[in-house]
């Protein structure tokens, strides 16, 4: 289960939505409770302007992205809890890829982008040994 804000899941979105037809792709930042339920704090997107030839690639995220994500949530007291990024025009279910660059413990975000809109979200956790992602609940507060 992972906790977030409804600003939080739009700022994701967005995300999709402005780097579309191309993947987007960040971070969660925010804690790990000790019943195995992570809180978001803060969407951390990882700047996709890369060369044309980079950004057909389908990847996730490069590690020295990564390590510079876990020293600024460190610095913030807060921990990488998960990695989101977007699927132009499919569906939001992680693909082969994907689960052959996923890391344990993570939460993957996966949103679609069709026409450029944001449409469906789904959040997944790959099994500890790494054959397949199981979908993950979202627990999305109201905005206040
Ligand atoms: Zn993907």
Redesign the pocket.
């Known amino acids: 289960m992972i906790a977030m804000t409804e600003d939080q899941l739009s700022e994701i979105r967005q995300h999709g939505e402005r780097d579309y037809p191309f ?1 987007c792709c960040g971070l969660m930042l925010g804690r790990f409770e000790r019943n195995g339920h992570k809180d978001v704090v803060e969407i951390y997107p990882i700047s996709n302007a890369r060369e044309e030839e980079a950004k057909r690639n ?1 990847f ?1 995220i490069r590690p020295e992205e990564l390590m510079r994500g876990e020293k600024y949530a460190r610095g913030n007291n807060l921990d990488v809890v998960g990695l989101y ?1 977007s ?1 132009p025009d499919d569906r939001a279910v ?2 082969q ?2 689960l052959e660059h996923a890391w344990p413990t993570y939460s993957y975000i ?1 949103v679609t982008v069709e026409k450029g809109r944001a449409t469906d979200l789904r959040s997944w956790e790959m099994e500890p040994d790494r054959t397949r992602f199981n979908e993950e609940g979202i627990m999305s507060e109201a905005r206040a």
Do not use: G, I, K
Request: avoid cysteine; aromatic fraction near 10%; proline fraction near 10%.
């Open positions: 993947e389908r996730l990024h699927h992680p693909s890829y994907d996966v």
